[in-house]
């Protein structure tokens, strides 16, 4: 077999069943794999997303099940040393080898090496994967439970409630977008693992000084050695084949750092900043002459700063990349479907690519999904796409006994090293909301949790979030920044707005209208958003035109959030237009969406310097329904996402200030000075028929917002709508569509607004 590492998938010839199943007996399964993703193929179950289905496949996930498979391994060598390697079990899981235990899991978000060399045969080998239901797994956790601390989870809608006690992915417990879908099952690869001499085990890349001749840099390599022997490291360069640096082990050397380094560096900068410019590397393991291993990685080189600086508004926050101040521009993003593993690679690059072409420049993967596989992140590194990467809890406060912080600090530890070499991750964040909600959300006077219950609540917060993460981090990821929380800072509180991290939810579950997106900005906003429907197309896929009606049950069942589907319709009243049946009602939701998000994107980019990022929730869906998301389940977007080019690029028009006296904003986060040429035409709303038109050429020397009077002739009247197009010389920009039913967006209240660029000097 020689000295190689060989990985052998473990993907076919599984079989699943369950004690109190029979029909399931010996069913064939493909592993990945969930459960509920095999019985709906085999039409044993139905369609999780049609109708009111939801509640009738709610027993596959209370129940226990089994996953087997027979196998040989390929030309087994006595010699060689062996490992099964279960990169996710979802979640509660014994592993038998040939009837022994070789594995007890309890975390879907970590990985699993075992070693079985002496438990494996040459011939046939039975692997026995038992999965416990959470609601089994929890029962007795739960149930002697001195205060209420699962009830926190308000999002989970089952009895009892039990999702922050599980290291799963919290969306699958239901959320106010998302069905309940509790799946089990090996949700990520498995493979069989061997070598005969050594293998690499971590390779971590480090920047240790970037200077435009040249960037000193440095790599760690951990080495699982088995046999003696000239052992050394060889770096080479695959885009050039050019070897980049070599070392040389002592007999003793598991764990080697040396330094390398790269002339005239070409940097990865995000999206509409530069290009996204990353090396490929491979470190190779030799032995006595002869390759052993190797690891290959695509680096980027670049520097992030994220800028927290007291000032007279308050506290700034904002990101520098390769020492520039980053208007991020994004959206968070939510695993893609509820099944998991029926998410296709093609299906995450299609999104990712649909993001830059809107000129998106970072992706929020947030708190209550998944840490995403290595294609996901690897898409966002080519694209320029910046990631704000939340740790895995969101909206529930957690436990923090010794077990718990053990499973965490594992969880915590093996994802920072998996992604820690993508360029693309800017920050780490411990949370989503939780902070907030132990301050806001009024937890300890529903579920009594008051006094000592109360402070240990908070101490609980502490160690996960202020101390375990930050610890593991400053050894594993140092040159990373970290936020304990988002939101930093609470819309609740009109002192805490000018700091930090802001998620504003004033319009949806608050009083306001859409002029709170105009008056109620922070310095990074991190959530905002609102509802609207999917394509009729996407709605037929769940309900029969007999239930095409917002009071429907099937319309009811599908719309999570309480107030939903009556907020949309009041919304869709103020700011739409009348709608004749349901199909115009849902493309009314749609044009209203987009106006609130419109009027919320602009406001934040009118304050450019003071407000440096606008990310809303959210862009995708994991089912058909109603939401907040830009792009429906199946990937149509909705007006929002197709208007999104023309907010998110980097030079943008708005009408601004007085109804009656409206002036012209030219915003920009365009990296330089540039001329833009304005090119406008007025029509009649309907007609083809041009009014009026021209064009004016505007000087922008630096980022931020220039005011000007429109040209005689370009402010449409109420029944009239001019279209402004923004070329920087032959290339279209942006497209503005001033409406003269649209009033135009508010000016900040404060009289030297317009300074706020300089708030990034320093």
């Known amino acids: 077999m020689g000295q190689e590492v060989l990985r052998e998938p473990l993907s076919t010839g599984w079989t699943i069943k369950s004690t109190d199943f029979s029909t399931a007996e010996e069913l064939s399964t493909p592993v990945p794999g969930t459960v509920q993703e095999v019985l709906s193929r085999s039409g044993l179950l139905p369609d999780p997303y049609y109708g009111t289905n939801e509640t009738e496949v709610q027993w596959v996930g209370e129940r226990n099940w089994e996953y087997n498979l027979i196998f040989t391994p390929e030309a087994f060598d006595p010699q060689r040393v062996y490992r099964l390697n279960f990169r996710g079990l979802d979640t509660y899981a014994k592993v038998y080898l040939n009837d022994s235990l070789i594995l007890t899991a309890d975390n879907m978000f970590r990985s699993w090496q075992v070693p079985v060399t002496s438990l494996l045969k040459a011939g046939t080998n039975h692997l026995r994967v038992a999965f416990t239901a959470p609601l089994e797994a929890l029962a007795e956790t739960i149930q002697n439970l001195s205060y209420a601390l699962n009830k926190t989870s308000v999002n989970d809608t089952g009895d009892p409630r039990m999702a922050n006690f599980a290291r799963k992915a919290q969306f699958q417990f239901g959320w106010d977008w998302g069905l309940r879908l509790v799946t089990q099952g090996i949700w990520r690869p498995v493979y069989l693992e061997s070598w005969e001499h050594a293998r690499l085990e971590e390779v971590q890349y480090f920047q240790e000084e970037v200077e435009t001749a040249r960037a000193r840099m440095g790599i760690r390599a951990a080495i699982d050695r088995r046999s003696p022997g000239a052992y ?40 509409g900043h530069g290009e996204a410019h990353r090396y490929h590397l491979s470190l190779e393991l030799w032995k006595d002459g002869e390759k052993l291993d190797e690891q290959e990685k695509k680096i980027g080189i670049r520097t992030v700063e994220l800028v927290q600086r007291p000032d007279s508004y308050g506290t700034s926050f904002y990101f520098k990349i390769n020492g520039r101040p980053i208007f991020t521009k994004g959206a968070s993003y939510i695993p893609q479907d509820a099944i998991l593993t029926r998410i296709t690679a093609q299906q995450k690059t299609d999104l990712l690519v649909q993001a830059q072409n809107a000129h998106f420049n970072l992706i929020r993967v947030w ?54 070499n993508h360029p693309c991750i800017i920050t780490w964040c411990g949370n989503n909301e939780v902070d907030l909600a132990m301050r806001n959300w009024g937890w300890q006077k529903k579920y009594d949790i008051k006094g000592e219950d109360e402070q240990d609540m908070y101490r609980n917060y502490t160690k996960i979030f202020q101390e375990l993460i930050p610890e593991v981090l400053a050894k594993e990821d140092p040159e990373r920044p970290y936020s304990h929380t988002t939101p930093l ?26 002029t709170g997106y105009e008056t109620k900005v922070g310095r990074y906003m991190n959530e905002y958003g609102f509802q609207s429907f999917p394509d009729m197309e996407t709605i037929a896929s769940f309900a029969d035109s007999s239930q095409w009606s917002l009071d429907s049950p099937v319309m009811a069942h599908h719309q999570k959030s309480y107030i939903g589907n009556g907020l949309i319709g009041k919304f869709t009243e103020q700011y739409g237009e009348p709608a004749s049946d349901f199909p115009a009602f849902v493309e009314q939701s749609q044009q209203v969406q987009y106006e609130g998000i419109r009027r919320a994107i602009l406001a934040h980019r009118l304050r450019y310097g003071y407000c440096m990022g606008t990310t809303f929730w959210q862009l995708n869906d994991c089912w058909p329904a109603p939401s907040w998301s830009a792009i429906d389940y199946y990937g149509r977007p909705k007006v929002l996402f197709d208007e999104l080019p023309n907010l ?38 309907g007609s083809t028929t041009v009014l009026e038109s021209g064009e004016k050429k505007v000087l922008v020397l630096r980022a931020g917002t220039q005011l000007m009077i429109p040209p005689a002739g370009m402010v449409p009247g109420k029944k009239e709508e001019t279209e402004i197009q923004l070329f920087v010389g032959d290339e279209r920009m942006s497209v503005f569509k001033w409406s003269g039913r649209q009033l135009p967006i508010r000016l900040p209240e404060e009289e030297d607004w317009q300074k706020f660029p300089e708030l990034l000097k320093g």
């Open 648 to 685: 998110y690029a980097p030079i943008v028009a708005a009408a601004v200030g007085d109804e009656k006296a409206p002036q012209l904003a030219v915003i920009s986060d365009y990296p330089g000075g540039t001329e833009v040429s304005l090119r406008w035409a007025k029509r009649k709303v």
């Open 367 to 420: 708190g209550g999904g998944i840490y995403e596989d290595e294609h996901f992140y690897d898409q966002c590194d080519s694209l320029g796409l910046m990631v704000w990467q939340d740790f895995m809890f969101a909206c529930a406060a957690y436990p923090a006994d010794p077990s718990f912080l053990a499973n965490v600090e594992a969880e915590v530890r093996e994802n920072v090293r998996r992604l820690r």
């Open 489 to 514: 800072s609470s819309s609740y509180k009109i002192a805490e707005r000018g700091h930090n991290t802001l998620h504003y939810w004033g319009v949806w579950h608050g009083p306001d209208d859409f």
């Open 232 to 271: 050394e490291l060889r770096l080479r360069d695959l885009n050039t084949g050019r070897l980049l640096a070599k070392r040389g082990l002592t007999k003793t050397e598991q764990e080697v750092y040396f330094n390398f380094h790269i002339d005239q560096p070409r940097l990865w900068w995000p999206n």
